[in-house]
């Protein structure tokens, strides 16, 4: 394509200018062009992002392909959902927007619930879709996959932008990465309407207009008055306690982190996915002994951990709320946070890596570490958890319950710590939290702060794509159920994944009656004795059906040694689960029982 004077402007002017200006444009060398489609893999590109996860169809297909051919990895998802759930754990991992790329309307709303999920769990993601066109969306007029995407995605993610013209891409695609990535990271929607990637621009004016964000993520230096608040409260404590949670895990100050743990000697509590910042066999853990310390400890600092649901919104039982007020510390980047359950006496804000060094520095060389008699108590109530935690682990029954089962998987783990860790479920999580050790920082994947099922797969090849260690994910059936379609793209991608599912029947367990004597099942339970296994076998996998400990162990140790996609169905106790594993209270009927 050629900027040169057209024919008819030509024909406007002077017939001698005008014959001497074509006689130019025959004579011009073609100049080069680009397009919307590779504008937005340059973009891409030039940001360090390598990888797409998405699903394609109109308009975005020849994106994936072009994306391809330019040196990108496409990973294609058979549902949107875990597409834009792979791309939100490659963020988390990576401190890189993860890319999901879907088309419009219903592959857009697909995509959305993982974007939203992001965005709850402050990990970086960008969910790119293609969209109708503009003219007819706007007037409603009936456009295939017709729907104002942008006025949707808004209220559900941290920031939405639309390009509507090629030079603009670069900016886009800037303004996203820069709004996923910099102080509380989220998911961000941009939205590309198809016209868009056909529109055409001179190559050297288009590569001109592409961005390279420069410090998306700026640190934040707390206030050295707000670090020194916190350190006064601090050394004044008598039963501190640290609570480390996944902003900590995100925010790799692995070493900061450690070193403010074991410098201060004051016990800590991982949220699940902070468990292995340091390793959960650490001394200093207070895992074992978590609702001593929670009721016990008199100044809590939270490191990338927020008050709500998951802590018990920082007040009532939990925290021994008639035993005295606590006093908390909290290091987040988000000043809006702080206050937002109970009074923060000492917040310090600031990114996690700038706070925990300045908390570190302020400590001088001579900190005094907790009183004995603190932590002697703690470590006394560890003991007896932790003996009586090993008793339950020995056990062999038959037909497995979950303890036995996460015997076998806590100890494939304790040998390959470099392994990802998946899990989701009701009891399937709760028991696999507390009973497998995680060694090395971010290697545990879960349900977050939601409590969202559906996960497993999109995360689980996300951490085996980004990664390139083994994965193994602890499945509840229902949870699996979510996502399972996605060991296809397992097999396809010949992805190392180990697929456990606690197949226990149902939702929770999998006893549940209908008592009204019509003819259909209770509605928490499946069919009977279902083959997962199968399932994986039919895209040419491994399937492996354990009924004991032993044929789970050799099954696990050969799929993480062998790295080849493997589905094993666990057979597990139907009546072992509780309803809504450890979270009963928060269930209305159960609840009022209580
Ligand atoms: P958990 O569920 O593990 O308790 P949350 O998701 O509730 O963790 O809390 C994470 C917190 O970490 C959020 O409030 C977020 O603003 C904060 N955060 C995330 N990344 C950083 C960072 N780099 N620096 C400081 N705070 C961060
Ligand atoms: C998107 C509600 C929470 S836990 C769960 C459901 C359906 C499944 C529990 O059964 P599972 O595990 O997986 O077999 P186990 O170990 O107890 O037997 N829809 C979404 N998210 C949530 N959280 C639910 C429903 C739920």
Redesign the pocket.
């Known amino acids: 394509m050629s900027s040169v004077t057209t024919d008819k402007q030509a024909a406007a002017l002077d017939p001698a200018i005008a014959r001497a200006i074509k006689n130019i444009a025959d004579e011009a060398p073609e100049q080069e062009t680009t397009d919307g489609f590779h504008l937005v893999i340059d973009a891409l590109k030039l940001n360090g992002i390598d990888t797409i996860f998405g699903l394609p169809g109109i308009p975005i297909t020849d994106l994936t392909r072009m994306a391809q051919a330019e040196g990108m990895r496409v990973i294609s998802f058979r549902h949107e959902q875990h597409a834009g759930n792979a791309a939100a754990a490659a963020g988390f991992l990576t401190q890189k927007p993860g890319i999901c790329l879907t088309v419009s309307a219903p592959g857009f709303l697909n995509g959305l619930t993982a974007l939203a999920n992001a965005t709850t769990?402050?990990f970086p993601m960008i969910l790119i879709s293609g969209s109708s066109e503009r003219e007819i969306v706007d007037l409603q007029q009936g456009d295939y996959e017709e729907m104002d995407q942008l006025a949707i995605a808004k209220p559900l993610c941290k920031a939405a932008f639309r390009v509507l013209h090629a030079q603009d891409i670069g900016v886009g695609i800037a303004r996203a990465i820069r709004a996923a990535l910099s102080g509380?990271?989220g998911g961000v929607y941009l939205d590309l309407p198809a016209k868009l990637f056909s529109q055409t621009m001179e190559a050297a004016a288009g590569k001109a207009s592409l961005i390279k964000v420069v410090d998306p993520?700026p640190r934040?230096i707390p206030a050295a008055d707000a670090v020194k608040r916190a350190l006064d409260l601090l050394k004044g404590a008598k039963r501190p306690l640290i609570?480390?949670?996944?902003?900590?895990?995100?925010?790799q100050a692995d070493a900061d982190i450690r070193a403010l743990v074991e410098k201060s000697g004051i016990p800590y509590l991982p949220?699940?996915?902070?468990k292995g910042l340091l390793p959960d066999t650490h001394e200093q853990s207070a895992a074992a002994a978590r609702s001593y310390v929670l009721q016990e400890a008199d100044v809590v600092l939270l490191v990338?951990?927020?008050l709500?649901w998951?802590?018990s919104h920082g007040k009532g039982k939990t925290w021994g709320a008639e035993k005295g007020a606590k006093k908390f510390i909290q290091?987040?980047?988000?000043p809006t946070?702080i206050d937002s359950n109970v009074a923060i006496e000492a917040p310090v804000i600031?990114?996690?890596?700038s706070?925990v060094s300045a908390l570190l520095a302020g400590m001088g060389s001579n900190w005094a570490k907790p009183p004995a008699e603190w932590t002697g108590a703690i470590a006394e109530r560890k003991d007896k958890n932790l003996s009586k935690m090993a008793q339950t682990l020995a056990a062999r029954p038959s037909p497995m319950n979950f303890h036995s089962a996460l015997a076998v998987i806590r100890e494939q783990v304790r040998q390959r710590p470099d392994a990802m860790f998946v899990n989701e479920g009701a009891n399937t999580l709760d028991f696999a939290r507390s009973i497998v050790d995680m060694y090395e920082p971010r290697k545990r994947l879960d349900v977050?702060?939601w409590g969202i099922m559906g996960i497993g797969m999109g995360f689980s090849v996300a951490a085996a794509v980004v990664t390139g260690k083994p994965v193994i994910a602890v499945e509840g059936d229902s949870a699996f159920g979510f996502s399972g379609m996605e060991v296809e793209t397992i097999c396809r991608y010949n992805l190392p994944v180990c697929v456990i599912v606690f197949n226990n029947n149902g939702v929770y367990r999998g006893t549940d009656v209908n008592s009204s004597g019509t003819p259909d099942v209770a509605p928490t339970v499946f069919v009977k004795n279902a083959r997962y296994d199968k399932l994986m076998e039919a895209f040419g996998g491994v399937g492996v059906h354990a009924t004991t400990a032993d044929e789970l162990q050799k099954a696990l140790a050969e799929a993480v040694a062998s790295g080849r996609p493997t589905l094993i169905n666990a057979v597990i106790d139907e009546t072992a689960g509780t309803e809504s594993g450890r979270i009963t209270s928060l269930n209305p009927a159960t609840a009022k029982k209580k």
């Open positions: 769990n402050c509380r990271p993520a934040q609570l480390l949670g996944k902003g900590a895990a995100y925010a949220m699940s996915m902070a990338g951990a927020r709500n998951l802590l290091i987040d980047i988000a946070e600031g990114d996690i890596g706070c977050g702060t």
